[in-house]
């Protein structure tokens, strides 16, 4: 079984930074990628970045590139999401996922979720 807890939402204002974490525990996925999703109200869900375990290899959705990282800390079996120059369009309930490869974006594809993080960016 795995499970993946997510932390670290709140409220900041606009161009200001968060970090969110997900720790995940159970399987491991060396093989696999960790992943971060966002669900504003009233939209779908959408890939936002992820990070391969095995050689922190990222890649982003293009609203967030040069604002937003993904660091890990294998050891810790986490992965984080480090937030800079925040802007409200960014407001929404961030979730954590296992990606089923490196690559893939599509949420409907991912087996494991944690539960979401209400991230709400004032301007």
């Known amino acids: 079984q795995v499970q993946l807890v997510a932390s670290g939402g709140g409220l900041v204002q606009a161009g200001g930074s968060l970090r969110l974490s997900c720790a995940a525990s159970?399987?491991?996925?060396?093989?696999?990628?960790m992943g971060w999703f966002r669900q504003a109200a009233g939209k779908e869900r959408e890939f936002v970045a992820a990070s391969r375990w095995r050689d922190g290899s990222s890649y982003y959705a293009d609203f967030v590139k040069g604002r937003f990282i993904i660091p890990r800390n294998n050891a810790k079996n986490t992965v984080y999401l480090q937030m800079n120059s925040l802007k409200p369009e960014d407001t929404a309930v961030y979730y954590c996922a296992a990606v089923p490869h490196f690559g893939a974006r599509n949420p409907e594809q991912n087996d494991y979720w944690g539960q979401g993080t209400q991230v709400t960016v004032s301007s």
């Open positions: 159970g399987r491991t996925f060396s093989s696999r990628a």
